[in-house]
């Protein structure tokens, strides 16, 4: 007779929820999906991510399916490693036998069973579950296992599916809600749990804002959101993310019946700590030093040292991506990069302890991204320069905190001018024309001495103080340059004084002037071939030339600067030679021509994210509209572009025969257009993004889609994106759709973008969502 080891009672242990479960509509689905195929599916991700929560969610959905029920064992207050079979023959309420040892036991009582085990909390305890998981399997072929851990179980057949952090929209440079925040599930968290604490709170066009920051700030990790949330019944949101200097002091009243680590944003975080090896912990708090994001040659450069060796970091890094401390990204043709979230980079920097330790990583740290910064400014005239910005743009934050380091401690002000003048290219090429007069405003406040460094640093922000229309500001500062560089002879300033000269008196107006300073600037062939700002020498006296008349002179002028630029591999240059030839043809009448020039300028501008650069083209490209008799195209075109350029500074940079060129085009819009179609025209051009502008202008062009439409892939990017979510990497995607790997890489950046997302993991959670 067959001994009856399960106890009879209800079928399965799977506690009810406490607490309303929110969002993840799509990771849910994905995770079926994965244990419909796979007989062991561990969810990993950073502590406080959700992953429980989400584990214990997905099994309930589950619980028809599997007849001998879902059985949930809690691993997290098991600290003894021979325990854990026992706990699971407990848990399963699986009475011992003695003549069996309770492994031969387990396999025994559940080789014909069909369930689900929800084994939450493995991270400290891998080995053990390892080899009890791989054994259960192979005894039972009807269980599956569903395991929550920080780190996978690295066993056969097990499906890693990390759970990403909750979906935010993004804001805009002016602090906007970019989309709309309906349906974000960070968002609808925090409405959920703040208005248990304070009844009738909602997220609104009031405080979307503040939320959605509140969010950002705390990464979009539910644990962190739901203790911010508590804080509602005393603080309003904005005293919240005030207070956020010290989130772990904040961040404490959580669950008392939870597990300890899940109680407060400090007990999460010390859980994962405590399990990374001395090594990963020193790496750890080393790492907490950058902003952002970094590579692993940035990693080596900062974290070498006292003990840790480059192969410690190499294995470091890769250890605590396991351990879902560090978020791996890869992106489209660029070196892999990695990101500490801030909750886990504030912690690191906790342990690091400030004091010799810190100032020493900190140092170098600046010492690594200045050599980059310089770098770039030296090779800057050949073939890499959009890879050279792609790579100064992800690696923005960092420059910032190597710029403020340099400014708030005491000794490094020198450096900190280097910095900000080695960055010119990417002030001026990237639109950050602003935040480049800062820096280098607060460099020459803190560094006062004359030398090389500050000669430079005056003639590079003469440069931009004249774009941004202070040119009595950028004549000043050029002759404290020019006085700078005699003193110390610094020959490389006093040669740029000719270009930077007549650039400013080209933005006062004085084209005559400045033609006469650009001709003097073009007889220093040498500097003219090897110097960036230089070269553009060319076209810019092809435009004050165009401004006087000379068509033709200008194209040659331009055509000059073509040659230059090929020879070099150049192309930012040449934007500027494509764009001066698409307003030279014209006004020579040839119209085609002109479309093409300025075509191709802003294809390259694109590919800078030269904002300034893409909006003068558009603009151009309104009058050559005007001229063609579109009316309505030239009308939206110019209005976008006069409210994209708001925040720029001086519209058209203040010149005065652009502003001639601009009326001349306005006043034939009105007499062409009836008034609602002009207005029609102009509202569809203040509603128009960048992106959007810039599709419009090149006949790429999508239908106009109201602010709280869903995202929309094309049909190539919905196929590629299910195939995402299948798993398949970048390489099998393009071997299954028959195209190159790199258009299978561009797809998926164009679908990341779209999306608002920063990986694949949450590309699939989004497919899972749709219909």
Known sequence: MRVVVMAPRRVGRLPDDLTSFVGRRGAITQVKRLLSASRLVTLTGVAGVGKSRLATRVARDLRRAFPDGIWLVELAKIPARDQLTRVLLTTLRVRDRPALSPEDLLAEQLADKRMLIVLDGCEHLLDECGSLVGGLLAAAPEVRVLVTSRAPLAIAGEQVWPVPPMLMPRLDRTGRVVQRATGYEALELFADRASAVLPGFTVGPDNEALVVRLCQQLDGLPLAIELAAVWMRSLSVEEILDRLTDRYRLLTSGDRNAVPHHRSLRAAIEWSFN??????????????????????????????????????????????????????????????????????????????????????????????????????????LGPNQAEWLTRLRQDRANLRAALDFCRTEPGEGHEGLRMAAALRFYWVACGLLREGRYWLDEALQVSTGAGEQRARALAVNSLISGFQGETDTASELLTEAREVAAQVRAHSVLASVAHLAGTIAMLRNEPARAAAWFTEALERQEMLRHDGFALLSLPKLALVTAFQGDYQRAVELCEQCQEICEEHGEQWGRSWAEMVLGLARWRQGDLPAAVAHLHESLRIKHLFSDLTGILMTIEVESWVAAAQHRADRAARLSSAVAHLWKPLGSYLFGIERYFTWHAETEARIRNTLPTPELRAARRQGIDDTVEELIRFTLGESRPAQPADAPVRLTPREQEVARLVAQGLSNRQIAEQLVISKRTSDSHIEHILAKLGVTSRAQIAVWIAEQP
């Open 275 to 380: 399990l990374c090896s001395p090594t990963e912990r020193a790496l750890w708090a080393r790492l907490s030093v950058f902003a952002g994001g970094f590579e692993l040659d940035a990693a080596e450069a900062v974290c070498v040292g006292d003990g840790v060796s480059t192969e410690d970091v190499f294995v470091g890094v890769a250890g605590l991506v396991e351990k879902s401390v560090l978020t791996k990204e890869d992106h489209h043709d660029t070196p892999t990069r990695y990101r500490l979230l801030k909750t886990i980079q504030e912690y690191g920097r906790e342990r690091l302890g400030g004091g010799a330790k810190e100032l020493v990583l900190r140092r170098r740290h600046r010492d690594h991204f200045l050599l980059l910064a310089e770098h770039v400014d030296a090779e800057w």
